[in-house]
């Protein structure tokens, strides 16, 4: 059985941050792009971040670049994103995503039927 399962959102102050993990299970993960999309209540997806097989390749959104890394461990089959600078624009459900097309145009990949395998999503608060 195919599972991602993200952890370690929650509730936490403008400034603070947070690392929020995906952990993958039946398939070969090690083989497939990553990415980590987020959606605020009542908007529409938002491509946050992604990351190729080697995790030698990493693309950012504008409004989270310089604040988020994406990495993996693909021994441990785990996709992470370490959160720092949390504003509260950054509250939503935050999902990791896995596709087999390799990552050579993000604007490509910024499309949810890409996507293979779905996550079910961890929450993220960034209130005072």
């Known amino acids: 059985e195919v599972q991602l399962v993200e952890s370690g959102g929650g509730l936490v102050q403008p400034g603070g941050s947070l690392r929020l993990s995906c952990a993958a299970s039946g398939f070969t993960f090690k083989t497939y792009t990553m990415t980590w999309v987020r959606q605020a209540p009542g908007k529409g997806l938002e491509w946050v971040s992604a990351?190729?097989?080697?995790?030698?390749?990493?693309y950012y959104a504008d409004s989270v670049k310089g604040r988020f890394t994406i990495s993996r461990d693909n021994a441990e089959n785990t996709l992470y994103l370490q959160m720092n600078s949390l504003k509260p624009e950054d509250t939503a459900m935050y999902y990791c995503a896995a596709t087999g097309v390799p990552l050579r145009s993000w604007l490509f990949l910024r499309e949810a039927s890409r996507y293979k395998y779905w996550g079910q999503g961890t929450q993220v608060t960034v209130s005072s």
């Open positions: 990351i190729n097989d080697f995790g030698t390749m990493e």
